[in-house]
């Protein structure tokens, strides 16, 4: 399995990005994948999630509205569209595979781990300021 993510960038509070993630190794659309981040000096926290064909998209609360996720299986790659970044959306993003098809949201009361997804990308910088 792997997963390469590319987009990040540096980029001023409200703007855009797209990110992406290319994927390998696996029948892409057999899982669900999801967006996962990690401010400097915090833990993982998650973004969003879809489903093995993308007719399920659930996003975290603080992002919805400014975060989209999306796929194309025909092209073995998942993106996350973001608009309107803030200051604190400053974090290295991983996309991950799910370890199943159905799109599932991690337990809000545990902190998101490397062990919750099956793979892991190596991530790409987003840094937004002035």
């Known amino acids: 399995v792997q997963l390469v993510e590319s987009g990040g960038d540096l980029v001023q509070p409200g703007g855009s990005l797209r990110l992406s993630c290319a994927a390998s190794g696996f029948t892409f659309d057999d899982y669900a994948m999801s967006w996962v981040r990690q401010a400097p000096g915090k833990g993982l926290e998650w973004v969003a999630v879809i489903n093995w064909n993308g007719g399920t998209t659930i996003t975290a609360e603080s992002m919805k509205g400014r975060f989209t996720i999306s796929r194309d299986n025909a092209k073995n790659t998942l993106y996350l569209q973001m608009h309107n970044l803030k200051s604190e959306d400053t974090a290295v993003y991983y996309c991950?595979?799910?370890?199943?098809?159905?799109?599932?949201?991690?337990?809000?009361?545990?902190?998101?781990?490397?062990?919750?997804?099956?793979?892991w990308g190596q991530g790409t910088q987003v840094t937004v300021s002035s």
């Open positions: 991950a595979k799910d370890r199943g098809a159905i799109a599932l949201t991690p337990d809000p009361k545990k902190e998101v781990t490397v062990s919750d997804y099956d793979s």
